[in-house]
């Protein structure tokens, strides 16, 4: 009798197992992903009984389609904030026809505006970018809003909430946003300390153990300052002291970027939106986008993608960009594990006897995503591409460069992640001396580098090969 009544059991535990593997697999045919994502997960399912389950419960969902987050956007509310968006100042007709369809299709697919007139600088390192966005902090009279995906509890994270606490003390309302898994480590002393001096502090996607709320693999990624709605930061750094002080893979090497200007009024519009969401609550007072002088003869989109976007609106202009290139186009990405499109665009782009360079860290801090780039790197290498290991320090930063004329800094990596996972913000902008700031700063990184040989990488042992194409399986996880 104990036999039977354990093999009924057994028997059950079998047939619900099959049954959740055949929905899962008839889930992922039904959403019509791209066939080699769908074939990974199928792949992860059959050779990882039981934890390809997880997996998946986790990091398999497809939010894009499924619209379970599209409650974040509130670009369809009728009384929402309209910034200011004055091409006035600038001659269409002087943009080449390669500038004028990718603003064209940034504001077709991201609904970002071009923003005319503003006054930019550009940062390459730790230290000016902290005393900048510091020094700007200490200006501020009215509103300081802040979202960063990670906010360490070290040295220049307590000097930034000491400061937020001696601002909102004196009158200047503060609203930050932190991921819940990108500032796991923060204690909640930090949190209370800014929330008992008057700052709000909202978590972005607090993690839930349910399976309607798991939504764990959906982080934000952005990097957004604004103060008095005068001035706006973005890039690529967090607030962490490894971008002065180093870890155990050296100083991080990152980009971020100072506005002044009519644009300054779309990141204050990307921020506002991530507080609607935050929050629930439609921030819609004129204050909030002051009326700002015109500076230089340039053009600025802020674009915002994830999955509450029906496109993949940075992976979108990246490769537009790409393709279109007529002379150069020079990468830094510190996570190479680009989506097809990306890798066709820079294919093809190289193959047209375009000058196409990619710098890459030779040490990364995600040895998995650094398995599943050298799997890419023989056939960027056959098609034209030069490919660079930054080292010594590590490499953070997301820029591009293209043809002088058109520069893309913020958030995003060349990686699945950004592309369909992360809500990322990039700066896309048509402005000659910012492109030749970013080349010249892409030229210095080099002094750093070494160019990989393709003769050289080909005598990596078979081992490191099979490690590298088993770590490529794994893409739709990173």
């Given at each position: 009798m104990e036999t039977t009544i354990q093999d009924f059991f057994s028997w059950t535990l079998s047939a619900l197992y099959i049954y959740m593997i055949?929905?899962?697999?008839?889930?992922?045919?039904?959403?019509?992903?791209?066939?080699?994502?769908?074939?990974?997960?199928?792949?992860?399912?059959?050779?990882?009984?039981?934890?390809?389950?997880?997996?998946?419960?986790?990091?398999?969902?497809?939010?894009?389609?499924?619209?379970?987050?599209?409650?974040?956007?509130?670009?369809?509310?009728?009384?929402?904030?309209?910034?200011?968006?004055?091409?006035?100042?600038?001659?269409?007709?002087?943009?080449?026809?390669?500038?004028?369809?990718?603003?064209?299709?940034?504001?077709?697919?991201?609904?970002?505006?071009?923003?005319?007139?503003?006054?930019?600088?550009?940062?390459?390192?730790?230290?000016s970018t902290f005393d900048a966005m510091f020094s700007a902090i200490e200006q501020a009279q009215k509103h300081i809003h802040i979202e960063f995906f990670i906010f360490e509890d070290d040295r220049v994270s307590n000097r930034l909430r000491e400061l937020l606490i001696r601002k909102a003390q004196e009158g200047v309302r503060v609203r930050m946003i932190y991921d819940y898994l990108g500032s796991w480590r923060l204690p909640k002393s930090y949190i209370r300390s800014l929330r008992r001096a008057g700052a709000y502090v909202r978590s972005f996607l607090p993690v839930r153990f349910r399976l309607s709320r798991m939504k764990i693999n959906y982080r934000n990624h952005r990097k957004i300052l604004v103060v008095d709605g005068k001035v706006g930061f973005t890039g690529g750094l967090n607030i962490a002291d490894r971008?002065?002080?180093?870890?155990?893979?050296?100083?991080?090497?990152?980009?971020?970027?100072?506005?002044?200007?009519?644009?300054?009024?779309?990141?204050?519009?990307?921020?506002?939106?991530?507080?609607?969401?935050?929050?629930?609550?439609?921030?819609?007072?004129?204050?909030?986008?002051?009326?700002?002088?015109?500076?230089?003869?340039?053009?600025i989109q802020f674009v915002a993608s994830g999955p509450d976007s029906d496109w993949e609106n940075i992976t979108h202009g990246l490769t537009h960009a790409i393709m279109t290139a007529t002379d150069y186009a020079y990468m830094h990405t510190p996570y190479?594990?680009?989506?097809?499109?990306?890798?066709?665009?820079?294919?093809?782009?190289?193959?047209?006897?375009?000058?196409?360079?990619?710098?890459?860290?030779?040490?990364?801090?995600?040895?998995?995503?650094?398995?599943?780039?050298n799997s890419y790197i023989a056939r960027l290498m056959e098609a034209g591409v030069r490919v660079y290991f930054y080292q010594n320090n590590f490499l953070h930063s997301k820029s591009i460069v293209i043809d002088n004329m058109i520069s893309s800094i913020g958030s995003a990596n060349l990686d699945e992640r950004s592309s369909n996972q992360n809500f990322e913000l990039n700066a896309f902008i048509y402005d000659k001396d910012t492109a030749k700031t970013l080349k010249e700063l892409f030229l210095n990184d080099l002094k750093?580098?070494?160019?990989?040989?393709?003769?050289?990488?080909?005598?990596?042992?078979?081992?490191?090969?099979?490690?590298?194409?088993?770590?490529?399986?794994?893409?739709?996880l990173l």
């Open positions: 055949v929905a899962i697999i008839i889930a992922i045919l039904l959403d019509n992903r791209d066939p080699a994502k769908s074939l990974a997960w199928i792949t992860i399912l059959v050779l990882l009984p039981v934890v390809g389950i997880i997996l998946y419960l986790f990091f398999g969902h497809d939010f894009r389609k499924q619209k379970i987050i599209t409650k974040k956007s509130i670009r369809n509310i009728k009384n929402r904030p309209i910034p200011v968006c004055d091409t006035s100042h600038v001659d269409m007709e002087t943009l080449t026809p390669q500038q004028q369809n990718l603003i064209q299709l940034l504001m077709k697919v991201g609904e970002a505006p071009a923003y005319a007139g503003s006054k930019i600088h550009v940062y390459a390192d730790g230290e971008y002065l002080y180093g870890n155990k893979l050296g100083k991080w090497r990152d980009t971020f970027v100072r506005i002044e200007g009519n644009a300054v009024h779309g990141l204050q519009a990307n921020f506002l939106i991530d507080w609607f969401f935050v929050d629930r609550k439609l921030i819609t007072d004129p204050k909030y986008y002051p009326e700002m002088p015109v500076y230089d003869d340039n053009l190479f594990v680009p989506s097809q499109s990306v890798v066709s665009a820079i294919h093809t782009a190289a193959l047209s006897g375009i000058d196409v360079r990619l710098l890459i860290p030779e040490k990364s801090d995600s040895p998995l995503s650094a398995y599943a780039t750093n580098s070494r160019e990989i040989n393709a003769e050289e990488w080909a005598q990596r042992s078979n081992w490191e090969k099979l490690k590298e194409s088993i770590a490529r399986l794994f893409v739709p």
